[in-house]
Structure formats: C-alpha cells, structure tokens
C-alpha cells in the first residue's frame, strides 16, 4: 500500500514552530504584566500605609515636620503609581499584541492541518478508488476466462444456486 506524504509538511512543522515561539512569547509578556500590576499592588499598599499615618499624626499632638514627611511621601507615592500605572499599561499592550499574534499563527497552522487533513482524505479515495479498479479487473478477467474456456459456465453464473 502507498505512504501517505504531505507535500507541505514542512510549512506546517514551520507554522507549529512559529505557534510554540508565539506561546512563549506570550507567556513572558502576561508575566512581565503581573509582575507590573504586582508592583502597582505594593506601591497602592504603601500609599494606605502613609495616608494611614498622616491620620493618626493629625490625630496626635501636632508634628509639623511629621505631617509634612508623611504627606511629601503620599505624594511620592502618587507619582510612583503614575508611573506604573503606564508600565501596566504598557505590558497590557504588549500582551494584547502577543495575544494578537499567537491567535494569527494558530489559525495559520489550523488551516495547514484542515488542509492536510483533505490532502489525506484525497489521498484515501484515489487508494480506494485504485482497489476498486483493481478489483473490477480482477473479476472481469475471471469472469472472461471462464467464458473462453467453457461457454456453458455463463449459464451456470446466471442461474441462482439451490
């Protein structure tokens, strides 16, 4: 029996290679993301930490020089999370992109496999098709012999057995 060979395998072990870089590198940028939003996390914990000391001191017997230490750091505070909040929002596109091109290469090796699937398909006809000729073949030259050699045989092949 005949091998079945794809003739574009190797596009389609090229598009499976292109799929595994793009997962990978759609992994590295989604945990660049949450190691931003983590940092984004801390930074918003630290700010409740100094809002929450600023209360108690304006609470407390007043320390000029202590409140305004406490509200320069919320201040800080404040343009560090500006600053991140863009770097998470940098990551997040990076990932949208990777996303982007991830599902582009999957959709690529997916139509390769539908089209080797077909090919195979094709392929499982036409060896059919070529047994079936074969067959046909086969039976039409024993079937033509028997009429050459015995010209009653044909009687006998149309009569039903009992």
């Given at each position: 029996?005949?091998?079945?060979?794809?003739?574009?395998?190797?596009?389609l072990?090229?598009?499976n290679?292109?799929?595994?870089?793009?997962?990978?590198?759609?992994?590295?940028?989604?945990?660049?993301?949450?190691?931003?939003?983590?940092?984004?996390?801390?930074?918003?914990?630290?700010?409740?930490?100094y809002?929450?000391?600023?209360?108690?001191?304006?609470?407390?017997?007043?320390?000029?020089?202590?409140?305004?230490?406490?509200?320069?750091?919320?201040?800080?505070?404040?343009?560090?999370?500006?600053?991140?909040?863009?770097?998470v929002?940098?990551?997040?596109k990076?990932?949208?992109?990777?996303?982007q091109?991830?599902?582009?290469?999957m959709?690529?090796?997916?139509?390769?496999?539908?089209?080797?699937?077909?090919?195979?398909?094709?392929?499982?006809?036409?060896?059919?098709?070529?047994?079936?000729?074969?067959?046909?073949?086969?039976?039409?030259?024993?079937?033509?012999?028997?009429?050459?050699?015995?010209?009653?045989?044909?009687?006998?092949?149309?009569?039903?057995r009992?």
């Amino acid at each position: 029996m005949a091998k079945f060979k794809y003739r574009m395998q190797n596009i389609l072990d090229i598009k499976n290679q292109m799929e595994s870089q793009a997962k990978i590198e759609y992994a590295q940028a989604r945990m660049f993301l949450n190691e931003q939003e983590e940092k984004l996390k801390k930074l918003q914990s630290r700010k409740k930490t100094y809002e929450n000391e600023t209360r108690k001191l304006l609470q407390q017997s007043l320390r000029v020089s202590k409140i305004l230490e406490s509200q320069e750091a919320m201040k800080r505070m404040d343009d560090f999370i500006k600053e991140q909040l863009i770097e998470v929002s940098m990551a997040q596109k990076k990932v949208d992109e990777a996303e982007q091109k991830l599902t582009g290469f999957m959709i690529e090796r997916k139509t390769h496999e539908n089209l080797k699937e077909k090919a195979m398909e094709e392929f499982i006809k036409e060896i059919n098709a070529s047994e079936s000729k074969e067959i046909d073949q086969l039976t039409s030259y024993r079937f033509g012999k028997n009429l050459t050699d015995d010209p009653d045989s044909v009687e006998e092949i149309d009569k039903p057995r009992e």
